[in-house]
């Protein structure tokens, strides 16, 4: 319909005949070839010559008419129907930015639907945004796979991380529930909260194993984090919806990008700084050139457990057993 109705504006001559003008232009044209065949059967004389002029000045008045509206209706086109055709093309257009705007401040630029296993395709957009960043900021549950990314890039990063503290069970019980209800139900209770303990102590194991890769980490240690995991680079921020009740049989829930400048980003960029800041929050500070002896201080100021040598190589040989089998499930490389 939309074709049709663009002929039928962009043709003159269409709109001629569909006209009281085109109507009088046909009338003209009846006159004059009647006209004409009148004079052929007339016998020579003056009444002949009159009929013949009478058609003769017809037909030119037909062709001449026909011609100039033509040309009227084409300046007219121009002058009228071609200015509305490109306002309403800027109408649109800047509705069109306008919506974009919206979609860009509201609505995630990629979503990732859950799945029981690394989703590559998930991980390679996520480490293009951590080697395009300055700043990491890391929100989750106990920082094992922010670990394992920093070691699998060369960059060198800022991270602040925040991650579940183990002496709190309030801390854990959101996760131990969405571990519980994946499991089944044969699930046992205990044991996933004993599981989730050790994480956590791996997970803060592995961010001093990567201090390599920063400038700077600070780990903040909270004892009641939000459910759902923040990776927060310069120009895009990641929300993994553990607290999404549809994706309760997948052990890794549905993901959303949002990008820099959107309401969300901001949001949760709010919220981190305010977990950070919070009372309740113990930090640990680690550089490149935090020895073993302080970090096991520190982890022990913070968590109320003195590592040993025994203990620390067992968390370091687990950390590496998770970053191997999660880099080569996530196709992370090396």
């Known amino acids: ?19 009281r003008t085109g109507l009088l232009l046909l009338i003209l044209l009846i006159v004059s070839a009647s006209s004409i065949a009148i004079s052929a059967g007339m016998p020579t004389g003056t009444a002949k010559n009159i009929v013949s002029a009478v058609s003769i000045g017809t037909m030119v008045s037909a062709i001449v008419g026909f011609g100039q509206t033509l040309i009227t209706a084409s300046a007219a086109q121009r002058a009228t129907v071609t200015p509305l055709i490109e306002e309403n093309r ?21 979503v990732f ?3 029981t296993a690394p989703d590559p395709a998930f ?27 920093l070691l699998t890039s060369p960059a060198a990063w800022e991270l602040r991380a925040v991650v579940a503290d183990p002496r709190e069970l309030s801390g854990i019980s959101g996760r131990a529930r969405h571990l519980a209800r994946q499991a089944g139900p ?27 890769r920063c400038e700077r980490t600070d780990v903040f240690v909270v004892p ?11 120009d895009s921020a990641w929300i993994t919806l553990y607290s999404d009740s ?89």
Do not use: C
């Not at 909260?193 to 102590?201: F, T």
């Open 246 to 334: 549809a994706g309760t049989t997948k052990l890794y829930p549905r993901t959303l990008r949002f990008s820099h400048g959107s309401f969300i980003y901001n949001m949760q960029r709010a919220e981190f700084t305010r977990i950070t800041s919070s009372r309740d929050t113990r930090h640990l500070a680690i550089t490149p050139t935090t020895t073993r002896r302080e970090f096991v201080d520190q982890f022990e100021e913070v968590t109320g457990t003195r590592l040993r040598e025994k203990q620390f190589t067992e968390l370091e040989d687990k950390f590496h057993s998770f970053r191997q089998d999660f880099s080569v499930a996530a196709e992370l490389g090396s």
């Open 90 to 110: 800027r109408a649109l257009a800047e509705l069109s930015a306008e919506y974009r705007s919206l979609n860009s401040e509201f609505f995630p630029t990629h």
């Open 123 to 149: 991980n390679r957009r996520l480490m293009e945004d951590l080697a395009n960043t300055r700043q990491y900021a890391f929100r989750g549950f106990s920082g094992r796979h922010a670990a394992a990314r």
């Open 186 to 212: 044969a699930a046992d209770y205990d044991a996933i909260q004993a599981l989730l303990h050790d994480e956590i102590r791996i997970g803060l194991v592995g961010l001093f194993l990567a201090r390599g």
């Open 113 to 115: 639907e859950a799945t």
């Open 224 to 234: 009641d984090p939000p459910l759902d995991r923040l990776e927060m680079f310069d």
């Open 1 to 19: 319909m939309g074709a049709e109705a663009k002929r039928g504006r962009g043709d003159p001559i269409r709109e001629i005949f569909w006209t």
